[in-house]
């Protein structure tokens, strides 16, 4: 399988970078706000919480562990395990999810990195006059993922790993400063009783479909991307601590952004519930007022850009290491061909804010799942349903068919820790996640 030609990732430190760069993006600090604010505040949080550490962290470790054996990718890895079609599908579901996720979430970064020029050559012109423009939402988005491809294009080791070391620092210090900042605002602390004080009344079943699709989503779970990225690890490294400290800091820092957003929000008489939109009008108000607020603003949106692109880096990595491996492809011609690909089912999600009124108010799905536009429709059915259905396939394909004990072994090399939590790990690979996961799809379709 030319496992002699796979790059590896060049220390432990490395890993935990690129990993935690991969989890670290837009979900943390554009989806998690807006979502939580959609849901109704601190109940909601403390759900994604609880998410996050009981079924999100034994996921990790799984994928990880499955990527680190194998050494393949998503569709290779399953079908090195059992070779039946249903876990082959399995793999596929992943390749398919990661180009549903990166057709818009390429197209949120592209904002993102539109908001840099916007903050520098001041308030021109408003976000709605921003989104509903075609020539910059398909045009940033093109730009985005041009970046995206020349990065993966080198292979993972060069690069990602160096810009990660400098920058996610960056932004976690910006980040600390703007918390600050907000939570001096006058009225700021109707925000930090929105965002910590629960009302647990508010949690529908789709609230803690969103909560849970958002803590897998967050950490980069459910498409086979640990998967790809744990096969480049070495076997010296430990699975159990990495995964830890890759959702320790994930949280945080999703965490921290809602330190900033809903105090800022509350403070300036914006509306917690409105969606997609919310980060960005948000914050570029609150960098008018403050003094150099073009600059940091600036500031903000590079870092928030970078982050973003060590994410989407990761989405392209999962199909292109598939082609790759399964179907002896270069890595150059595919990157091309996978970005053209992605490009393309990402221009309705572009168009989707009021440039076209067709994709605006698609409506497909019912309203008590997501919003009309076709960018939410997409959100919802990869970066909340299908991760959600593949983390399903995945604890059951580790638990069952591979074998908690087969994988519990794998993790356990370069974590001797791991021998002592073993049970825990293995009861909740083989039982809690897939049973929670069925309980909520059955209760948000309305079968139980
Ligand atoms: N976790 C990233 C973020 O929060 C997005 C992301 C990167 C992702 N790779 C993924 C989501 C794989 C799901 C699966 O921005």
């Known amino acids: 399988m030319g496992n002699e030609e796979r790059g590896q990732w060049s220390s432990k430190i490395g890993f935990i970078l690129a990993g935690a760069g991969a989890a670290v993006g837009l979900g943390n600090i554009w989806r998690f706000p807006y979502i939580t604010g959609e849901n109704g505040g601190a109940a909601f949080v403390i759900i994604y919480l609880l998410f996050v550490v009981f079924l999100g962290v034994p996921c990790m470790i799984a994928e990880l ?97 160096k810009w990660a070391k400098i920058l996610m620092p960056m932004l976690f210090v910006l980040m600390l400063g703007l918390i600050i900042y907000a939570n001096t605002l006058e009225g700021s602390y109707k925000g930090i009783e929105f965002y910590l004080s629960p009302d647990f009344s508010k949690l529908t079943p789709k609230a803690i479909l969103s909560a849970v699709g958002q803590a897998f989503f967050s950490l980069s779970l459910g498409m086979g991307m640990m998967i790809t990225y744990g096969s480049y690890l070495s076997k010296k490294e430990n699975i159990l601590t990495s995964s830890l400290s890759i959702a320790l800091l994930d949280t945080v820092i999703a965490i921290m952004a809602g330190f900033i957003i809903f105090p800022a929000l509350f403070a300036m008489g914006e509306n ?103 960018l939410s429709h997409m959100s919802f059915a990869f970066g909340d349903f299908a991760i959600v259905i593949g983390s399903l396939l995945l604890s059951i394909f580790v638990g069952w068919v591979w074998g908690a004990k087969n994988a519990s072994a794998e993790v356990a090399e370069g974590s001797q820790f791991f021998s002592r939590i073993k049970g825990l790990w293995q009861f909740s690979i083989k039982f809690i996640t897939p049973i929670v996961i069925i309980i909520i799809l059955l209760s948000v379709f309305k079968i139980i």
């Open 65 to 161: 562990a499955l990527g680190r054996r194998t050494k393949l990718n998503a569709v290779g890895a399953f079908k090195q395990i059992r070779n039946k079609p249903l876990w082959i599908f399995a793999g596929f579901f992943g390749i398919i999810t990661s180009l549903g996720i990166l057709s818009f979430y390429g197209v949120i970064a592209g904002w993102t990195f539109g908001y840099i020029f916007k903050m520098l050559l001041g308030e021109g012109f408003g976000y709605q006059a921003f989104v509903t423009n075609p020539i910059f939402e398909i045009g940033l988005y093109a730009i985005f993922l041009i970046f995206t491809a020349a990065i993966v294009y080198g292979g993972v080791e060069k690069g990602i790993e």
């Open 272 to 374: 917690p519930a409105a969606g997609p939109s919310l980060v960005f009008v948000v914050l570029p108000k609150l960098f008018l007022n403050m003094p150099a607020g073009s600059f940091i603003g600036a500031l903000f949106f590079v870092l928030l850009s970078i982050a973003a692109l060590t994410s989407t880096i990761s989405m392209l990595e999962v199909p292109v290491s598939y082609f790759v491996d399964e179907k002896k492809f270069s890595r150059k011609k595919i990157v091309w061909a996978v970005t053209l690909f992605t490009f393309i089912i990402g221009i309705p999600s572009a168009l989707s804010q009021g440039a076209v009124d067709y994709f605006t108010y698609f409506g497909l799905l019912p309203s008590e799942l997501s919003a009309p536009d076709f």
